[in-house]
């Protein structure tokens, strides 16, 4: 059935230009959704670095082993930062979300784990003046 004073066959311009309205914001939604999905996967990667290098460091490993620990689980591009008190280690990994909304938005993500020494004589109390780069939460050595 055709409406009085609508010519059959102008629908379909209507109908196009919904659709090229409506696409760059079910585009941009799209980016969204990933862009918050590799936040989360990165998120998620630092996160068992650093409790990997927590776990490391109650061990009584070198900082040198740690940071290859950390950087094997979270990822080339993680930064990590370990800081000891008294007998508690603490360590903090932080990184860059990837991807295109990633580069075009500078999210840093951080995760920071902390343990108490399981070696004997290790941590600040015990004595890290061994030139191993570890420092206290004050950034003495």
Do not use: C, Y
């Amino acid at each position: 059935m055709v409406h009085p004073g609508v010519v059959p066959g102008s629908a379909r311009g209507a109908v196009t230009a919904e659709f090229a309205v409506a696409l760059p914001a079910v585009l941009a939604l799209l980016a969204m959704l990933l862009a918050g999905a590799a936040a989360g996967m990165t998120q998620l990667r630092i996160e068992e670095g650093a409790r990997a290098g927590a776990r490391a460091l109650a061990r009584g490993e070198d900082p040198g082993a740690v940071e290859r620990t950390v950087r094997t689980l979270a990822g080339r591009s993680a930064a990590s930062s370990i800081a000891a008190d008294g007998e508690w280690f603490s360590i903090t990994v932080t990184d860059h979300v990837s991807g295109p909304l990633g580069a075009s938005i500078p999210w840093t993500l951080t995760a920071r784990a902390s343990t108490r020494s399981e070696a004997p004589g290790t941590g600040a109390a015990g004595g890290t003046g061994n030139g191993s780069g570890l420092t206290d939460s004050k950034g003495n050595r």
